[in-house]
Every structure is written in structure tokens, then in C-alpha cells.
């Protein structure tokens, strides 16, 4: 071969080479190219997602919020969310169009359960509006939610899991084609740099949005406990407060009736007989309507006394706490045929008023409750001084109270009884014992129940009559 043909075949040698070596560049870039889309489609699919999460939890801590607080400000994450959640769900349609059908039948499982998911806070919201808070608190306390916020969870993150696999299969495939050539190599490492340096900088991105999203959703959580406190103390503060007005219109009713009313009636029973004995009656059917006109006078008299009692015991008043409960125990036991055991300290207790009338009122309420519902044989009351406490137990061997009434302090006069023990700063809590029946007792602190009591008291209102459901096991 002439030096001519070997230099036309070098040349065409290098040709090829040359052209050989654009080729692989070009197909080296067209490849980078793809794997750049393939990430930017990953993360619209990342960003699409995280969205759609985002708001789900915020119409969630929304409407939870609301109910909680019964305040509409927290409702309005909520309905902006329920606007944006078509255009939200629009974008992850438009991010998976060029999905597989596998992958589309997740994003339509994902749609279709977020769609769910608002379904039923719209219905615990309309349970608030129709039925009250504490229907809405009961569906939000059960996992009538809980189950379709975890499968949306799951589904998201098994997606994103799936995007990131992808993305990682993309980084992979760039050094695939090393053999082309060092210059196609220091491309591909350094489109691997780059593409490392974008993920770092995502990863730590997104770690500190879920870092500052976390911070953010701890402070909303401790505001809503700080709040759902305050309410409850105001609400403890108002309920006393009502108690104590209700005691006061009582014993100012009492008074005017025991006062007017009864001589009002006495006076007309002395008037009426005056009449009888001045005009000297004879004819038996004129007495018999005298006698009737003092009848009724006599019973007038005899439900005025027994509505004043209600309304304001005069034996509290005039002998103290001891002789009233003693008259109450026994007017219950005799009415229901029960055996009666009562313990009480040897000496009177020098209890203010507003102290005497509460441990009068949470006996009579349970004595009320055992007389009514507890089928009980016999029931025990005992007032004992255990400083700094005043402890009184009302016990009876009946059928005991439901479990369920027990943790929802519904009816039977409980609620009323813990009202009141919170409104001296005490404790209060029933109890199923092993044995049988039902025990209720209340810690009154020393300090706020004695008069020119010196007794240290360290408590608050809202810090006691806390009802436990695990002690009444």
C-alpha cells in the first residue's frame, strides 16, 4: 500500500474516529438530556405530592382545631384547603401524565382517598353543626379518620420511594457509556457531581422544611393544649361561679318563703278559726268545709316546709353539717329500706357556709343515685380529717355504674358532683371496687373548708377533681 492510500485510510480512520467519538457525545448528552428530565419530571411528581400532603394535614389540624376550640378562624385553613384541593389534585394528574399505568393506578388510589379523607371531615363537621361537639368528638376520637390518613401516607411515600428509585436509575445509567472515551468520563462524572451537589442541596432543603414544619405544628399543638386549658378553667371557674349563684337565689327563695308564705298560711289558719269559733258553727256540712279549708291550709304549710328543705336544709343551718346529714341519710334509708352506716368525726366541723351546703348537696346527689339506680341493699357515708384533706365517701353494695358512663361522667348527677368538689380546689372520683357497688370520694382541702383555717393549701381549681379512668377499673 502506497504512503497516499495509507494516509487516505489514516485520515478516513480518524474521520471515523472523529465522528465515531461526536456520536457517543452526542449520545452521551442526549442521554444526559433525558436523565435531566427524568429528575425534573421526579421532582414535579415530588413537588406534587408533597403539596397534596401539605394540604391534607392543614384542613386535618384545621377542622380538629375547630372543633376543639369551636373557634371559625381555625376553620379557615380548612376551606382554603377544600378550594385548592382541585388544582392540587389537577397537578399531580399533570405531573404522572406520562406515567406508567401502574404508577397512574396509585395516583388515582391516592386521589381517591384523599377525596375520602375530606369526605369525612366534612362529615365530623357536619356531626359538629347537627348534633353538637361531642358527637364531632366522638368520631374524631375513634379511628374513623386515622385509618385513611395512614393509607394516604402510605401510598405517598411508596410513591416517592418510586421517584427517588427512579431518580437514582437515572444518576446510574450516565456511567454506563465510560468506553467512549475519557472526554465522555469527565462529562459524565462531572454530570454526576452536579447531579449529587442537586440532590445534597434537595435532601437538606427538604430536611429543614420538615425540621421548621415540625417546629411549626409543636407550637400550634402546645398553643392548642395552653388554649383547651384556659377554656377549661374558665369553664370551671363559670360552673362554680353558677353553683354559687344557684345556692344564693335558694336560700334567698327559702327564706321568703318560710318568711311570707308561712305566715301568710299561719295567718289564714288563725283567721279561719277565729271565724269558725266566732260564728259558732253547728251544721255538720259547714263544718265539714271548715275542717277541709284547714286541711288544705295544713298541707299548704307541709309543702311549704318540704320545698323550703329543698331549697335550703334548716338543719344546716341551725345545727350544722352532722345533724343535716344524719336527717338526710335517714329519710333516704327509710324510703328505700336500706341499712345505713355513717361515720362522722365526734366534734362539729367549723366548715364555712359555702363548704357545708356543697357536702350536703354531693351527699344528697348520691344518695339520689342509689336511691334511683343502684338496687343497693345498704350504703355507708363517712366524713374523716386527714389533713390537709376532708375526705367523705358515700359507698353502696349495688350494681355498680357502667364503664362507659364512668369515662363520659354523663348523667346520675357525677359532672354535677365533680363541679362542685373543683369549685373548693378539691379532688373527686368514683370507683367501681372489686367487691361490688360503687364509692365516691371527695378530698376537700382543710384550708379552704374551715373557718380561720390555717391549714397550707398548694393547689388550684384547675389542677384537682381530675377524673382518672384508669383508677376506675
Known sequence: MSSIARQIVLVALLLAAVLGLFVAAESGQRRLVDASR???????????????????????????????????NYLMPFQEASGELPQTLAQLDEAYATAAPAVRAQVADVEALVNLKFGEMRDTLEAYRTRGRA??????????????????????????KAGTTEVLEASASWQTRRWVGLAMQIAALAAIIGLVLLLIRLAVRQWRLRERQAAE????????????????????ELSWHLQSLAEQ???????????ELGGLLVAARMD????????????????????????????????????????????????????????QVADACARARLKCTERYPAEELRLTPEASIIVFRIVQEALTNIVKHARARALEVSIERHAPWLVLRIRDDG???PLERLRALRGHGLAAMRQRAAGLGGQWQV???????????????LARVLEGSDEPFAGTPSESARFDPARNQ
Open 135 to 160: 358527637a364531632a368528638l366522638e368520631l374524631v376520637r375513634t379511628d374513623y379518620g386515622m385509618v385513611t390518613m395512614r393509607r394516604i401516607d402510605d401510598r405517598v411515600r411508596a410513591m416517592q
Open 217 to 236: 405544628l409543636a407550637q400550634r399543638h402546645a398553643e392548642l393544649e395552653q388554649l383547651v386549658e384556659q377554656r377549661t378553667a374558665e369553664l370551671s
Open 431 to 445: 370507683r367501681r371496687p372489686e367487691e361490688g357497688g360503687t364509692e365516691i370520694e371527695v378530698r376537700l382541702p
Open 399 to 401: 350494681v355498680g355504674l
Open 249 to 259: 337565689e335558694k336560700s334567698a327563695l327559702s327564706r321568703e318563703l318560710h318568711d
Open 272 to 327: 279561719v278559726s277565729w271565724i269558725e269559733e266566732r260564728l259558732g258553727v253547728q251544721d255538720p256540712e259547714l263544718r265539714t268545709h271548715f275542717r277541709r279549708v284547714h286541711e288544705a291550709l295544713q298541707s299548704g304549710v307541709d309543702v311549704k316546709r318540704r320545698v323550703v328543705e329543698n331549697l335550703r336544709p334548716s338543719l344546716l343551718d341551725n345545727l350544722g353539717l352532722f345533724p343535716a346529714l344524719r336527717s
Open 38 to 72: 427524568e429528575v425534573q419530571r421526579a421532582a414535579q411528581r415530588e413537588r406534587a405530592l408533597a403539596d397534596l400532603w401539605q394540604v391534607v394535614r392543614s384542613a386535618e389540624s384545621s377542622q380538629r382545631g375547630y372543633i376543639l376550640t369551636d373557634n371559625p
